[in-house]
């Protein structure tokens, strides 16, 4: 096996001292152009590749950062991630990413394993439960929540308007004549269920109707006992409102299931975009969060933080709209006049509402 070529021989090929080799290769103007051609020559005739390890060692950086995502078979954590990873290549940047399962030990122990791979900043999806990431070692290092705060922690954070853009929601339901509209979200105390719990409470009571809530695991079976013993009952729902695109599709799933139409039967709609919702029969109607903006602004003011451009002790905490997504899953609008400004035609399929209210 022939050993590796190393800087010197570069060097030694190109009639030059291995400084300025190392000065090519970092784009420091102050080389020759002679100079420089012949050290591009030389790296091209003897296939040179940098040690990008003794690099980062030399100059105390890695040129990496790091993501950390509940999951990546959420189509939403997933689609952030690669925004993520799209402005990180922009910068000349690599991209670690690891998973926390919605656990906040595994995400202070994934975080610590970031940091001793010298990563130089950190995107971070918060975990439920105790406080995260308060160790000293982490104030060192420039982090961003994503989705959701930390609440009383240094770090900046990307959001988006859970409240209001679940009371538009609920409100277009109640628009549709609908005063038995059945809240379906995740169990356990996530941030952003809990958010847009707090919208769906808020639209319910402007209008004078009685909340009804059910928590719901990722379960396939209990989204379907949970349905069918709602349909069953006394006084049943006529509408759905689901706070997330998995809980959607598995409310989806159950009513057909159970081959309850929709929107003749009960009208749904959920918080969250997903693939196929524009597809199916009838197309669903859903409050559109940026995912795609949301993972690159995250990016965007992680690398600001880097370059020194954001000052130290002023924490950004971004807060980003969402629009509600008008599509077949309501029915045809029979209530009151719709209270915000639609954008595109009545026939329109995905014609969008934004979060922005039409003064009388």
């Known amino acids: 096996m022939n050993p590796p070529i190393r800087m010197s021989d570069v060097a030694k090929l190109a009639g030059v001292g291995a400084m300025t080799v190392s000065r090519v290769l970092n784009g420091n103007v102050h080389v020759s152009e ?20 003794a690099r980062s060692l030399r100059d105390q950086r890695t040129r990496q950062i790091g993501i950390i995502v509940p999951n990546l078979h959420d189509p939403f954590f997933a689609r952030c991630t690669h925004a993520i990873n799209l402005v990180a290549k922009e910068h000349s940047y690599s991209t670690v990413i690891t998973t926390s399962d919605d656990d906040s ?4 122990i994934e975080a610590k394993r970031m940091l001793r791979r010298h990563i130089e900043g950190l995107i971070i999806v918060p975990a439920p439960g105790k406080a995260q990431l308060r160790d000293p070692e982490f104030q060192r290092t420039p982090i961003v929540a994503l ?23 609920v409100q277009h339901l109640i628009d549709h004549n609908h005063c038995r509209i059945a809240c379906l979200g995740p169990s356990g105390s996530i941030w952003t269920h809990c ?10 009571k402007a209008a004078e109707l009685v909340p009804i809530h059910y928590a719901i695991s990722d379960s396939q079976a209990e989204m379907l006992h949970t349905i069918r013993a709602l349909l069953a009952g006394k006084a049943p729902p006529t509408a759905f409102f689901c706070t997330n695109n998995l809980i959607a599709q598995n409310a989806l799933q159950a009513l057909s299931i159970l081959n309850v139409r929709i929107p003749d039967q009960i009208a749904i709609l959920g918080f969250d975009d997903f693939e196929m919702a524009d597809i199916i029969k009838p ?3 859903i409050v559109r969060q940026p995912i795609d903006t949301l993972g ?21 905490h971004i807060k980003l709209p969402v629009e509600l997504v008008i599509r077949d899953s309501c029915g045809p609008h029979s209530g009151r ?24």
Do not use: C, H, W
Not at 105 to 108: A, G, H, I
Not at 195 to 204: F, I, K, L
Not at 340 to 345: E, N, R, W, Y
């Open 34 to 53: 002679d100079a420089r051609a012949r050290v591009m020559d030389a790296i091209a005739k003897l296939d040179y590749v940098p040690n990008e390890v």
């Open 105 to 108: 030990d595994t995400l202070s």
């Open 147 to 169: 989705d959701r705060p930390i609440k009383g922690s240094s770090f900046d954070s990307v959001v988006v308007q859970n409240r209001r853009g679940t009371r538009l929601g």
């Open 195 to 204: 958010e847009r719990m707090a919208g769906y409470r808020a639209a319910m």
């Open 283 to 285: 197309a669903m109607s």
């Open 296 to 316: 690159r602004t995250a990016a965007e003011l992680l690398f600001s933080r880097l370059a020194g451009n954001t000052p130290v002790k002023k924490l950004r």
């Open 337 to 360: 006049r719709y209270p915000i400004k639609q954008v595109g035609s009545a026939e329109t399929p995905r014609g969008l509402v934004t979060a922005q209210r039409r003064r009388a």
